[in-house]
């Protein structure tokens, strides 16, 4: 006979026993080629030990594994076995994804999930014919003459009236500055006045600044989170980061639609900014009613706003950070900048022809924007199982991201320096290594 105890251990076994089995046949009948290079994975926490281990290092962690897999492709298991997904940094299967096969890879959930109450209907968090729509509308303004002067025009105001009076004064005051922290106010300045036309003193006497750093913020660590359940709780619950974020939200929604409510009595087409052009657009298009067309004023903006305020600072941030450990390319850019013709204004500001003439600096920009992409990894969402170029199986339904960071790695390992030689034969010198020696492709 068995005493309870010795009853309750062998059941506990059994137990423990049959739902690893349960998860280990999930997991195989989910992937019938389970062939996919796959990072250490266990039955049921998946991948999670070595995301949590590398939390804090996450896109050198996600380069590194793929460098270490034939072709650059791996496949992620969640925690139990609730998603599955691909990760690559091989450009074929990019290219597959984003232009090849383009329909089969939506945002979907991925991003609706997470980014619903900040961008709704906005163009970053949607798919099919609302994108269609919203892609045509923004292709046509950004290729206009008009507004590309008003967003120069906003630009080198920025420029002369704030960001060069506070270098110059940090300068001969020997001050010690967070270049980053100044850029992102010199982004968010220009990105703010280009979509709603709005002065820098009128955003700094709002909240709305810190409102869309702290919603950013926590899009972000939900996108991170190992285990999205966590975060859907507490948004549930109203707690915590999940509360401040819906807090955050209210404070964008209602800055954004008093500028709507108060830009729809101008005149039409007497404004240059997005919000304007926006606003013109929409009088062709049929909404429920007033409320449901603001609403889509506020969605597109929004999704403008986030879109280019952090990329453009965090491009221009490792930017001056790749010049500064490299006093060589910084001399070539200054040579470049000084072969154009001397003007009395200062600061001296270049127009777009101008611009054109500066090839260093152009391949500079193009080789820091290479090694330190802005948006490192990107996501979608499978509508149909799949097989990508190289191979690689990729169910319906699964997640596929793709590593822009991890790409130099990639490119460099299958003589992706091709690339870049018949660039430099373009632009006529050698630009196989304008800045980083450790980023030398
Ligand atoms: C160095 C600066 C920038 C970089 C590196 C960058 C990079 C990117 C990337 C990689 C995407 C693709 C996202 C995806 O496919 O999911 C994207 C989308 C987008 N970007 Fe930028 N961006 C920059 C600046 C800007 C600026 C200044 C604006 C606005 C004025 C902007 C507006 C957008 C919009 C609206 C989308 C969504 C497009 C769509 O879904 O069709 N970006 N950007």
């Not at 690559?88 to 997470?114: D, M, W």
């Not at 968090?125 to 008003?150: C, G, M, P």
């Not at 690689?392 to 590593?403: E, L, M, N, P, Q």
Request: proline share 4%; aromatic share 12%.
């Amino acid at each position: 006979m068995l005493d309870l105890n010795s009853a309750s251990l062998i059941f506990l076994t059994l137990s423990l026993c049959f739902i690893s089995l349960f998860f280990l046949f999930f997991s195989a009948s989910s992937n019938p080629s389970n062939k996919n290079p796959c990072p250490q994975s266990y039955p049921i926490i998946g991948n999670l030990p070595g995301f949590l281990r590398n939390h804090h290092r996450f896109h050198d962690w996600v380069a590194e594994m793929l460098s270490q897999t034939p072709s650059c492709t791996l496949q992620v298991n969640s925690f139990l076995n609730l998603s599955h997904g691909i990760c690559t940094a091989n450009p074929i299967n990019i290219e597959h994804l984003l232009c090849a096969n383009f329909q089969n890879y939506i945002k979907g959930s991925r991003y609706y999930n997470v980014l619903n109450e900040l961008l709704g209907q906005g163009i970053v968090n949607i798919d099919a014919h609302v994108w269609i729509l919203q892609r045509k509308i923004a292709s046509y303004e950004f290729n206009t003459k008009s507004l590309k002067h008003f967003i120069s025009d906003v630009v080198k105001s920025e420029i002369t009236n704030r960001l060069m009076p506070f270098l110059s004064k940090a300068c001969n005051d020997d001050m010690v500055i967070d270049l980053q922290q100044v850029l992102q106010n010199f982004t968010f300045n220009n990105i703010c006045n280009v979509a709603f036309g709005v002065d820098h003193a009128y955003l700094q006497n709002s909240s709305f600044v810190k409102a869309f750093d702290d919603a950013v913020e926590n899009c972000s660590s939900r996108f991170m989170s190992p285990i999205p359940a966590v975060w859907k709780m507490k948004r549930v619950m109203n707690i915590g980061s999940e509360k401040r974020f819906k807090e955050a939200v209210k404070v964008i929604n209602e800055y954004a639609m008093e500028i709507i409510i108060s830009d729809e009595n101008k005149e039409i087409g007497s404004n240059q900014d997005l919000l304007s052009r926006f606003m013109s657009t929409s009088k062709n298009m049929e909404f429920q009613d007033q409320e449901q067309r603001r609403k889509f004023l506020r969605d597109i903006i929004i999704s403008f706003i986030l879109a280019g305020k952090d990329s453009t600072s965090t491009a221009l941030t490792w930017f001056f950070w790749l010049i500064a450990g490299n006093p060589r390319c910084a001399r070539l850019i200054r040579a470049e900048l000084s072969s154009l013709p001397e003007l009395e204004l200062r600061p001296r500001i270049f127009s777009y022809d101008e611009l054109k003439k500066l090839h260093y600096l152009h391949a500079a920009l193009s080789e820091s924007l290479r090694l330190f992409p802005p948006v490192p990894i990107n996501s979608r969402l499978t509508v149909d199982k799949d097989v990508l170029p190289d191979g690689t199986y990729i169910g319906k339904g699964w997640f596929a991201d793709y590593s822009a960071y991890a790409v130099v790695g990639s490119l460099s390992l299958r003589g992706g320096w091709m690339l870049m030689e018949r660039f430099s034969h373009q632009i006529n010198f050698d630009s196989r290594c304008f800045i980083a020696d450790l980023g030398c492709v």
